[in-house]
């Protein structure tokens, strides 16, 4: 069965220090990965996506993510979290011809301590 | 460029009774997608509509139903209110080359909170 685990559901940093979320998918196509955010009462933010090519790819707001086909994983990083980064977390996946179904993560909730 | 937008913002309804929800999707998009997000979990795949037709399905009974129009904005109708339906209904829209669709990028709409009484 097609599926995506966060395995952490909260998660609590200082401000500065690093930051990596982890993400494994279950899919039988070649997978198509996103990390979104979403800010309490809000829609989802794209953070970066992976279609092919490079298996480190950059986002937005200082965040990076690498695909690792051998571990069926997409870690989010980031080097220096700020407070502003508080948050909660989606992993997503999908592929080519899905139909536009993305499987989603229960998402990881992020808390920053000053 | 215009984003995705979604109206109204809040709803309260009561069991049994109809709902219909608006997205405008984001300028140059073709494809909308409609996801159900309740409390705590991730979102849930609703549908998709592609050239104003259905073209995927999540695992949502038949009361869950939605249009297109020709410039893209699309609605979603819930009939026979239950109350787990109660969630934050989030919008996405993309643009696909392909007519089997296709999970290209899904740019979201800040969603429209459901609740049923």
């Known amino acids: 069965a097609q599926s995506v685990t966060q395995p952490d559901i909260h998660i609590t940093v200082s401000e500065g220090a690093s930051l990596e979320l982890r993400c494994n998918y279950s899919?039988?196509?070649?997978?198509?990965l996103f990390w979104y955010v979403q800010s309490p009462g809000q829609g989802l933010q794209l953070l970066l996506k992976?279609?092919?090519?490079?298996?480190l790819v950059q986002g937005i707001k200082g965040f990076e993510a690498e695909f690792k086909r051998s571990q069926s994983s997409f870690n989010l990083r980031k080097p220096s979290v700020h407070w502003s980064d508080a948050a909660e977390y989606f992993c997503?996946?999908?592929?080519?011809?899905?139909?536009?179904?993305?499987?989603f993560g229960k998402g990881t909730k992020l808390s920053v301590k000053p | 460029e215009t984003g995705v937008t979604q109206s109204p913002t809040h709803l309260i309804k009561t069991r049994g009774q109809q709902v219909t929800l608006r997205c405008s999707s984001q300028?140059?998009?073709?494809?909308v997608s409609w996801y159900q997000q309740a409390l705590g979990q991730g979102p849930q795949f609703i549908f998709q509509?592609?050239?104003?037709?259905?073209?995927g399905r999540g695992n949502f009974p038949p009361r869950f139903s939605g249009l297109q129009f020709p410039n893209y904005s699309s609605e979603l109708n819930v009939n026979a209110l239950e109350l787990d339906d109660s969630a934050l209904y989030l919008c996405?829209?993309?643009?696909?080359?392909?007519?089997?669709?296709?999970?290209?990028?899904?740019?979201f709409g800040p969603g429209t909170r459901l609740t049923v009484l």
């Open positions: 992976y279609f092919s090519g490079d298996t």
């Open positions: 997503a996946v999908g592929a080519e011809g899905s139909q536009g179904n993305l499987i």
């Open positions: 509509y592609y050239r104003e037709e259905e073209n």
């Open positions: 996405a829209s993309s643009f696909s080359r392909l007519a089997s669709g296709s999970a290209d990028t899904q740019y």
């Open positions: 300028s140059g998009h073709n494809t």
């Open positions: 899919y039988g196509a070649t997978p198509y």
